[in-house]
């Protein structure tokens, strides 16, 4: 799921940087997949904290995991926003998209 939020953001960075309509599609694609993995995983959550009722540190793994699924679809959801966003943002200064690409890479 970790990998699907990087390849997100390098779509949409892609997509801002080079308007190439296929990264955008990339973008969403992604981002929908997130959602689903998110679905999954949560699911799966719920079923161990109902039928096995972990203790302690089991029960922090368990909750740890809820929280970073909600994190991680947080940001194909922004990763999906930003490559709706660039659709209407054209760079034309070559020096905002060394920017961007730069920030994308510190990602």
């Known amino acids: 799921m970790g990998a699907l939020c990087e390849e997100a953001i390098a779509y949409e960075v892609k997509y801002l940087v080079e308007h190439d309509p ?5 973008a969403i694609d992604a981002e929908k997949q997130i959602d689903r993995n998110e679905r999954d995983i949560e699911s799966h959550c719920m079923k161990l904290l109902i039928h096995q009722q972990p203790v302690a540190t089991d029960f922090r793994v368990i909750t740890s995991a809820l929280k970073m699924i909600s994190d991680m ?7 999906k926003d930003i490559a709706e966003i660039a659709e209407y943002v054209h760079l034309s200064d070559s020096s905002a998209r060394v920017h961007i690409t730069n920030m994308a890479e510190i990602w």
């Open 22 to 26: 296929e990264m955008k599609e990339n």
């Open 73 to 79: 679809e947080r940001i194909g959801d922004q990763a």
